[in-house]
């Protein structure tokens, strides 16, 4: 097992693909999935392959190029760059974060509020 992966992780383990989900997206860094939990009618969540707990983990093997070139094209394929969207990183008990594996909420097809209350 790669020393990324954790074992009790269960985003590890569907970025690794030991548990099936559908993949929507997958860049060299990331894999994209439906939130099942959905917040809005368009939810995804990008995942980092390699475990960090948090944003607060990240090294400098951290593509955060390939976030943006994947929220860009997110929106271009579900068509929802000219209405827009909205991308989040819950971090720790503050941010609301309840999977400690880094992923970012892709949201759209409804519009949010200001603050987020
Ligand atoms: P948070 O850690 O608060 O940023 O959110 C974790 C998100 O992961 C929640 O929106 C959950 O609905 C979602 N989630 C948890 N487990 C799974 C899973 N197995 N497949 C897809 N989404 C998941
Ligand atoms: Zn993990």
Redo the contacts with the bound molecule.
């Keep these: 097992m790669p020393a990324e992966i954790l074992e009790n992780c269960?985003?590890c383990k569907?970025a690794s693909k030991e548990?099936k989900?559908r993949i929507i997206k997958e860049t060299g860094s990331f894999i994209v999935?439906?939130?099942?939990?959905?917040?809005a009618p368009v939810?995804f969540?990008i995942i980092s392959k390699k475990h960090y707990a948090s944003v607060n983990d990240i090294d400098e093997g951290f593509n955060g190029e390939e976030v943006f070139k994947t929220i860009k094209e997110l929106a271009k394929e579900y068509k929802v760059d000219e209405k827009g969207f909205r991308v989040?990183?819950?971090t720790n008990n503050d941010?609301?974060?309840?999977?400690?594996h880094l992923?970012i909420?892709f949201m759209a097809g409804k519009t949010f509020g200001w603050p987020p209350g």
């Excluded at 999935?33 to 917040?39: A, E, L, R």
Aim: proline share 4%.
């Design positions: 269960i985003f569907i548990v989900s999935i439906k939130d099942v939990n959905p917040v939810h969540l989040v990183i819950n941010g609301g974060q309840t999977v400690m992923h909420h």
